[in-house]
Structure formats: structure tokens, C-alpha cells
């Protein structure tokens, strides 16, 4: 049986994890897959998310994706859900090109030669989290991390909501792009999960979805 990814998408803090817990805890049926972190050596752990060291945490986390994608894969569970996938990538490579100008051009690059290679999942459906900075950072404190997550730690607070901005846009065309179902969360667990089912049985209706790997990846590499 084809497997059917849900990925969940969204800022550090927006409660990506508990969403998950929420889900599997009402669908029985889906199962929830380690996190890229889990397959990045110990003796290389990610460097800090500044210009210096992009290249290098890049390469960690594709890398650890890459090895995620063929966990799941190799399993016999159908339903899966997914902490971020490749557009998390994508998104904050084109992020870090227009807001350092930064050429990031060959892992984009990179990632598009693994798409077209099968060895990135891409997910049947998309959950974004949006969430209030303030709630998103209280979280982040509350649990040990005083960094901006995913934000480059070394920008002043304008800059921040700057680089989270830009960032959102990228996951909007991207979203749109792929036209594949997409739910938008706001606190409400309920109404996402009860959204979620009726996706779902639509999927089961239709045949396979088609391979569009090759036409994605042409249009990563026009951007």
C-alpha cells in the first residue's frame, strides 16, 4: 500500500509535537516518525544557525532527512506524520538567499537532484501551525531552548519577524505549488482532526496521486 504523509509545518514553539500527539491519539491508524535529529551522527551535532555555518547545518539535516524518508519507507505502517519535510528545507534556504543574499543556489540545487532521485517523501496533505510569537517563544523558554528555534539567533527582534515573514511567503507558494490539501491550524485541535479525516477519505476515493517530482523540481530551480 502507498503510504499517505501528513506533514505538519510551522514555526518552532507553534506545538508541532503536541499536534501530533493529538492526532495519533484520535486516528489510532497513524504513526508518528522520529525526528530528523535521530538520524544525524552524535559526533556532528547541527552548528548554530548563522551565515557562517548554513552550508554545514544544511548538509547535517538533509542528510538526516534523507535517512528519515527511507525509515518510513522501509516500515509497514501505511499513515504517517511528519515534524517538517523538505519544503521546511526549501523555505529556509530561499529565506537565507534574499535576507542575507546568501547563494544558496547548489543545495537548492541538492535538494531538488533528491527529489527527482525519489529520496525525499512528499507529503499527501499539509498542516501549518501559525501561532502569536509571544505563545511560540513562551513555549521555546519553558522548554529550555531560548533560541529562535529555526530563526537565525544573532538578529535583533525587527529582524526576527522579518526573517519569520519572509519565510511564511515562501511556505504559501510552495503550498500552492504542490496543490495538494492543506489545513490551517489555529488552536483549535477539533476542527483540524475533524478536517483531516474528511481529507483523508477523499485520498482513499482517488487513485495514486501522480509523480509531479520532476515538474517540482523544475520550479524550485527557477526561483
Keep these: 500500500m502507498t503510504k499517505k504523509v501528513i506533514c505538519i509545518e510551522g514555526p518552532s514553539g507553534a506545538g508541532k509535537s503536541t499536534l501530533c500527539n493529538q492526532i495519533t491519539d484520535t486516528l489510532k491508524y497513524f504513526r508518528v516518525s522520529p525526528l530528523v535529529q535521530e538520524f544525524i551522527p552524535k559526533q556532528h551535532p547541527a552548528p548554530l544557525l548563522n551565515k557562517s555555518s548554513i552550508a554545514n547545518g544544511y548538509t547535517l539535516y538533509m542528510a538526516g532527512y534523507v535517512n528519515k524518508c527511507k525509515f518510513i519507507q522501509a516500515q509497514k505502517e501505511p499513515y504517517w ?106 488552536e483549535n485541535s477539533r476542527k483540524t482532526i475533524g478536517a483531516l479525516q474528511v481529507i483523508l477519505l477523499n485520498l482513499e476515493q482517488t487513485k495514486d496521486k501522480k509523480d509531479k517530482a520532476q515538474i517540482i523540481a523544475n520550479q524550485i530551480l527557477k526561483m
Excluded at 521546511?88 to 534556504?93: D, Q, R, V
Excluded at 547563494?103 to 533528491?114: E, F, G, R
Excluded at 502569536?132 to 523558554?141: D, K, Q, T
Design 81 to 186: 506524520l511528519l515534524d517538517r519535510s523538505w519544503i521546511s528545507n526549501l523555505t529556509y534556504l530561499l529565506t537565507i538567499r534574499d535576507f542575507y543574499q546568501f547563494d544558496s543556489s547548489a543545495m537548492i540545487q541538492t535538494l531538488a537532484d533528491k527529489l527527482i532521485n525519489k529520496e525525499l517523501l512528499t507529503p499527501d496533505i499539509f498542516i501549518y501551525l501559525d501561532c502569536e510569537p509571544s505563545i511560540s517563544g513562551a513555549r521555546r523558554i519553558k522548554r529550555g531552548d531560548t533560541a529562535w528555534g529555526d530563526v537565525p539567533i544573532n538578529l535583533s527582534l525587527e529582524d526576527k519577524m522579518k526573517f519569520r515573514k519572509y519565510r511564511y511567503h515562501y511556505y504559501t507558494v510552495f503550498f500552492e505549488l504542490l496543490n495538494l490539501p492543506k489545513i490551517y491550524h489555529y
